[in-house]
């Protein structure tokens, strides 16, 4: 895909151009789940873009919520990033360590919080490691910059906006975890969830989105086509959801890629509606 200075996605040769500008930062945004056994900050400590910041997720986060990995409170969020060196002014370039999967999570919470001068890196550290580029274990020394947050509440979504949405139909719900999952075939990685999905709510992996071999973004014209076929109408407005909110994110970085800009993120995703309680599900 071709970059642009407004793009929310830079290829490896557009950051290997970039990485030593004043104004441009280097986030690590990788995440996995609990039963993967894998540690995301100790392989960006063996391992990263020479520069680049880890963002814990899991940290950055409501740490007062039972739910994995909710958004933090704005001032939290600020104290920080700002502390990793990263606020306004800056041109945040976030990458993972699977490709593209947590990192559009974070370049989501950037524009949660009113950054929008925020990409995602196009086939992640993968991708980079495949193409010969430098990496680096040595510990970033970034210097303290001042971020200041506009909280932008049409990104995002809760639960009682999910209920009100089941008999007002206003928005589409598009759900990025697996076939096997949605339709309540396989298991829930998380204990204590319910199978199946929010009523009415459409289906599309988010890894059906991504090449297998480059771990890139499909063409745009490739992606309209899956939304497409996945049944959602590109003239109405989107709600993603997964798991626990960060494959969603895959979906909505998407969807802004193909020009469809009436997204939001279902923070709480499958880890609230999913818990035993008055939600519906469907199988």
């Not at 557009?14 to 392989?43: C, F, K, M, N, Q």
Request: net charge negative; aromatic share 8%.
């Amino acid at each position: 895909m071709p970059d642009s200075d407004i793009s929310s996605l830079v290829s490896t040769d557009w950051l290997a151009e970039h990485i030593d500008a004043p104004d441009v930062r280097v986030v690590d945004a990788s995440y996995y789940l609990p039963h993967e056994g894998l540690d995301p900050r100790a392989e960006y400590e063996d391992q990263h873009i020479p520069g680049a910041v880890f963002f814990d997720i899991d940290e950055i986060a409501d740490t007062s919520s039972s739910l994995p990995h909710m958004l933090p409170p704005p001032e939290k969020f600020a104290s920080r990033v700002r502390r990793l060196g990263l606020g306004d002014g800056n041109r945040i370039v976030v990458y993972d360590q699977r490709g593209i999967m947590s990192a559009p999570r974070v370049w989501w919470t950037f524009k949660i919080f009113g950054h929008d001068d925020v990409a995602v890196l196009d086939g992640g550290l993968p991708k980079w490691r495949h193409e010969g580029r430098p990496l680096s274990d040595a510990p970033p020394t970034p210097a303290e910059r001042h971020f200041t947050p506009r909280f932008n509440t049409f990104l995002i979504r809760e639960k009682d906006q999910l209920v009100s949405n089941l008999k007002s139909q206003r928005e589409q719900v598009l759900d990025a975890r697996s076939q096997g999952r949605f339709a309540g075939t396989a298991p829930e990685p998380r204990e204590g969830l319910r199978s199946g999905h929010i009523p009415q709510s459409l289906n599309l992996p988010f890894t059906d989105l991504i090449e297998p071999t480059s771990q890139t973004f499909k063409p745009r014209d490739e992606l309209r086509n899956l939304f497409s076929k996945a049944g959602l109408d590109p003239k109405r407005p989107v709600v993603t959801t997964c798991g626990s909110g960060i494959t969603a994110a895959v979906l909505a970085l998407a969807l802004e890629l193909t020009g469809h800009r009436d997204y939001s993120v279902y923070d709480g995703s499958w880890s609230e509606w999913g818990l035993a309680g008055e939600t519906p599900v469907d199988t």
